[in-house]
């Protein structure tokens, strides 16, 4: 069972950063180079393909870190400091992704169905920080949970 739930939480660690890697690194260079009118309908249908994908991770990763943390070490105060710091930083992580799902991801998706294509475009930059700062500081919990019981 901790097998599975281990296999599970890399699963959608894995997807959700390496998603947010994605975007940054590769999607938002390529289409820098698009026109607002094209490259906002553009990010539109990459959001709505990729954020149900962050929803899966941002249940899976509590539930199976949850999971891992009562099965295995008993509960919170047997918990090695690396799985103190990855549990911070994904709840971190999670409480970003809900402002950005209900406040600047709502306002673009409204503003890109009304044609409103600068309102969206400023919208869009304020998504692209949120999803920076998640990349980085998922990163760090990657190579944190990943090191963490060498230390």
Do not use: C
């Given at each position: 069972m901790i097998?599975?739930?281990?296999?599970?939480?890399?699963?959608?660690?894995?997807?959700?950063?390496?998603?947010?890697f994605f975007a940054i690194m590769v999607l938002r260079l390529a289409a820098g180079e698009l026109q607002p009118p094209v490259r906002l309908p553009l990010w539109g249908r990459v959001f709505a393909k990729f954020f149900p994908w962050v929803w899966?991770?941002?249940?899976?990763?509590?539930l199976t870190g949850y999971l891992m943390i009562f099965s295995v070490w008993g509960g919170f105060s047997g918990l090695p400091l690396h799985i103190h710091l990855m549990h911070g930083i994904?709840?971190?992580?999670?409480?970003?992704?809900?402002?950005l799902w209900f406040a600047p991801y709502k306002r673009f998706k409204n503003f890109l169905a009304e044609?409103?294509?600068?309102?969206?475009?400023a919208n869009l930059?304020?998504?692209?920080?949120?999803?920076?700062?998640?990349?980085?500081?998922?990163?760090?919990?990657?190579?944190?949970?990943?090191?963490?019981?060498?230390?």
């Amino acid at each position: 069972m901790i097998t599975f739930a281990l296999g599970l939480h890399l699963f959608a660690a894995l997807v959700w950063v390496g998603g947010m890697f994605f975007a940054i690194m590769v999607l938002r260079l390529a289409a820098g180079e698009l026109q607002p009118p094209v490259r906002l309908p553009l990010w539109g249908r990459v959001f709505a393909k990729f954020f149900p994908w962050v929803w899966m991770a941002v249940i899976l990763l509590p539930l199976t870190g949850y999971l891992m943390i009562f099965s295995v070490w008993g509960g919170f105060s047997g918990l090695p400091l690396h799985i103190h710091l990855m549990h911070g930083i994904g709840l971190i992580m999670i409480l970003i992704y809900l402002h950005l799902w209900f406040a600047p991801y709502k306002r673009f998706k409204n503003f890109l169905a009304e044609g409103d294509i600068p309102s969206a475009g400023a919208n869009l930059n304020q998504i692209r920080i949120m999803v920076t700062v998640n990349l980085v500081i998922g990163l760090i919990s990657s190579v944190i949970g990943s090191t963490g019981r060498y230390w």
